[in-house]
């Protein structure tokens, strides 16, 4: 890879290749959002016709898809609300304390990254359905924290360690305690991490599938469900523009996760957030000799 950038043909040849595999990716996208746009029920492509009333259907009298948005971004916030908790959580033990076999419990925790999202959803239907739970809202959400949290905790766990630990040390050496350093110095400087977790959590829980359609009922059915329900029985070309909102609602997050990145980015350019232990402390000691 370094002796084809050294040369002309081979810088050429990686933008060409890249240029290729980048339109790959994005062209079934840029399909779905121009097909949304077409006056063809049958959602043909390219479309003969415009027309913006596949988007104006999904709000119309007696249509299901409002109540299946308003559900997943119900569910979807309590998955981050749960998420960020258990993340902070396991990501703080992880990090700051001396946990025996931490290795263990760090792959205990990214387990549901690897095992089939459809094993995860049969095991919540066989704890939820004693319960009498499958169809509230509230399990769905603990399903989607199980593939949730695991993001978060990652995410949470690379924050924590470019924080420098002995600003919280010099806090607690002034007298405040856990509470007080976690408000006033952990979570003020972790909340880059917090909100990209907070952004990839709620990404995770809206567009999951497998747990939603184990665990929701016929009053209760979310968005990725309702899409599921309605190709499955019938050609809607409504699906088309709720695909695309479903795009533009991604794409709006991980736009959110680049400003953040940005933002933290120039924080540790200015010393506010010191990716290495003790660096600002240092620079501060310099300054003062």
């Known amino acids: 890879m370094t002796e084809l950038r050294s ?26 959002v121009i097909t949304s746009f077409g006056k063809d029920a ?10 913006l009333n596949w988007y104006k259907a999904l709000f119309a009298d007696g249509s299901k898809w409002p109540a299946a948005l308003s559900l997943s971004i119900l569910v979807a916030c309590l998955t981050t609300v749960f998420s960020l908790v258990l993340g902070m959580t396991a990501a703080t033990a992880l990090v700051r304390s001396r946990l025996p076999l931490r290795t263990a419990v760090y792959g205990l925790v990214l387990a549901p990254l690897v095992i089939p999202q459809v094993v995860i959803a049969l095991g919540l239907f066989l704890l939820f359905e004693p319960a009498s739970m499958l169809g509230s809202p509230f399990a769905i959400a603990l399903g989607h924290t199980v593939l949730a949290s695991p993001i978060a905790v990652m995410i949470l766990m690379a924050t924590l360690q470019g924080i420098d630990e002995r600003l919280e040390d010099a806090a607690a050496s002034m007298g405040a305690g856990r509470l007080t350093v976690a408000r006033r110095v952990t979570f003020p400087l972790a909340m880059p991490g917090l909100i990209a977790a907070a952004i990839f959590s709620f990404i995770t829980s ?23 329900n309605v190709l499955q029985y ?17 794409v709006v997050a991980l736009t959110l996760v680049g400003v953040v990145r940005r933002i933290s980015g120039a924080g540790r350019q200015d010393g506010l957030l010191p990716t290495e232990p003790g660096v600002g402390l240092a620079a501060g000691s310099e300054g003062a000799s």
């Not at 040369?7 to 779905?32: D, E, K, Q």
């Not at 050609?235 to 533009?248: H, K």
Request: avoid cysteine; proline fraction near 7%.
């Open 234 to 250: 019938d050609v809607d070309p409504s699906v088309t523009a709720i695909s695309a909102i479903l795009i533009g609602i991604a």
């Open 7 to 32: 040369t002309l043909a081979g810088r050429v040849t990686l933008t060409v290749l890249s240029t290729l595999i980048l339109l790959f990716l994005v062209l079934p996208i840029v399909v779905i």
């Open 42 to 51: 049958f959602g043909a492509f390219p479309p003969t016709a415009w027309t």
């Open 206 to 228: 809206f567009d999951e599938f497998f747990i939603a359609q184990f665990l929701s009922s016929v009053d209760t059915v979310t968005l990725p469900v309702q899409v599921f």
